[in-house]
């Protein structure tokens, strides 16, 4: 694995025709250079793994953009590539639309790859080789993966493992086509979230199970640790019931009137659904003055990013109080649903917007759960983390948070921060 920071240097990798991995620790700018270097390749599509992480590159779920759906094994690959025959022969304009998007394309990003599973994997393999006429991987496509395995892993139920032996070995690497592929790998050393040395030297040390004497330290003088700030840290849980309770509950607290903005959309009823589902954004939004609220936007205009916490001041018009002191009114913010297409005067692939959803860009925030804070900064945060269940969750909740002075642990123990020997080996071998 080449270890690189200069970004003219990656600029010059993503642009070889060489398959590749992109990876680095959480904050490093993994999906953001994903996403620029996405912008500038005529015939490439953006996608991820979750619509959420779609939504931030500005692409669609690599499940979606396949017809892939919930399909995860190689047997429904025929069912799948008879769509895409289908799609061939037809002659809507939405299919023909499809189909020159796949005649054109020659690259494929995706993003947090690390919660894609192995037999998701192979069945992209499948049917971009069928359907590009192909046989070598990927169809010939040129893919790019982006994401951090010692981060949340792949979901595999009980159901699948006694289904599926084969998901004992969940990540794509672990897959004979990661090899077939040649995937060149890049881990990205800047880190632009953590700014203090201590913390950030701890990080890197629990990320790949190393718990020194200091680490524990470190972590044990953030046990209870009282934060001195003008608002609650968010409470990060591992189970998203915890998260829906904890929200309400809080925000039932607060006196005065409760309000509700109901989103405003604009599209067709499949592109509205998709939307629905996948921004981060609420369609019924509840608040009131005096809540907690967290961004869920980058601002143009740099006020705040995605994770900024916030006081809701006023709500006529309506004002908060950022973590950084500056009170801001905000408006509605616009989140759009696109989808790759052959522009027909430059015979690029570019994105075009199918559908819109706009909502005030925060969140009611006293809590979130672990998995939807992959992806933030935050400022303040509160976690138990002896309730953590699966690799990675340990490291990724204690990566979201800025500095160490906005950490407080309720707990922790070994047991928990337990990473999964075979991502360690991976990454040492590679």
């Avoid at 046989?135 to 792949?154: A, Y």
């Avoid at 953590?388 to 407080?408: E, I, M, P």
Wanted: hydrophobic share 40%; charged share 25%; aromatic share 10%.
């Amino acid at each position: 694995m080449k270890h690189i920071s200069d970004e003219s240097e990656i600029s010059q990798v993503l642009k070889s025709r060489k398959n590749m991995f992109l990876t680095g620790s959480a904050g490093s700018g993994k999906s953001y250079l994903a996403a620029r270097f996405g912008e500038t390749i005529p015939f490439a599509v953006m996608t991820a793994t979750t619509g959420i992480a779609a939504l931030n590159i500005g692409g669609e779920t690599i499940h979606r953009f396949l017809g892939i759906g919930i399909s995860a094994r190689s047997e429904e690959a025929g069912r799948i590539i008879s769509k895409w025959e289908r799609i061939k022969a037809s002659r809507s304009p939405w299919d023909v639309a499809k189909w020159n998007v796949m005649k054109c394309l020659n690259t494929i990003i995706i993003d947090e790859v690390s919660m894609l599973r192995r037999d998701q994997f192979e069945l992209i393999d499948i049917v971009l080789s069928y359907v590009k006429d192909n046989p070598l991987p990927f169809g010939g496509i040129k893919v790019v993966l982006v994401g951090d395995f010692f981060q949340l892993p792949p979901v595999v139920t009980a159901t699948d493992l006694f289904k599926f032996k084969d998901l004992k070995e969940p990540f794509c690497f672990q897959s004979k086509l990661w090899q077939q592929a040649a995937l060149e790998s890049f881990n990205l050393t800047s880190n632009y979230r953590q700014g203090e040395g201590d913390f950030l030297d701890a990080l890197e040390k629990i990320r790949v199970g190393n718990i020194t004497k200091d680490v524990e330290d470190l972590l044990n003088s953030r046990v209870n640790a009282k934060l001195n700030i003008s608002m609650e840290p968010i409470k990060l849980f591992s189970h998203k019931i915890d998260v829906a309770k904890e929200n309400i509950d809080c925000l039932k607290k607060l006196p005065g009137e409760k309000y509700v903005s109901e989103a405003e959309f604009d599209g067709k009823e499949y592109d509205v659904n998709i939307l629905k589902k996948e921004c981060p954004a609420e369609t019924n939004l509840y608040f009131c003055k005096g809540a907690q609220i967290m961004m869920l936007t980058n601002d143009p205009s740099k006020r705040w990013v995605n994770g900024t916490m916030a006081i809701i001041r006023n709500t006529n018009p309506l004002s908060i109080q950022l973590s950084s002191g500056l009170t801001t009114t905000i408006d509605l913010h616009t989140w759009e649903r696109v989808v790759p297409h052959v522009d027909p005067k430059t015979e690029t692939i570019t994105m075009v917007k199918m559908a819109i959803m706009r909502q005030y860009p925060f969140a009611i925030a006293y809590s979130s759960s672990v998995h939807k804070s992959q992806g933030l900064t935050l400022d303040y945060v509160d976690v138990d983390l002896t309730k953590c269940f699966t690799h990675g969750q340990f490291y990724t909740a204690l990566s979201r948070v800025k500095t160490l002075s906005g950490l407080t642990i309720r707990g922790w123990n070994k047991c928990s921060s337990m990473i999964d020997n075979n991502v360690l080996k991976f990454y040492n071998d590679v």
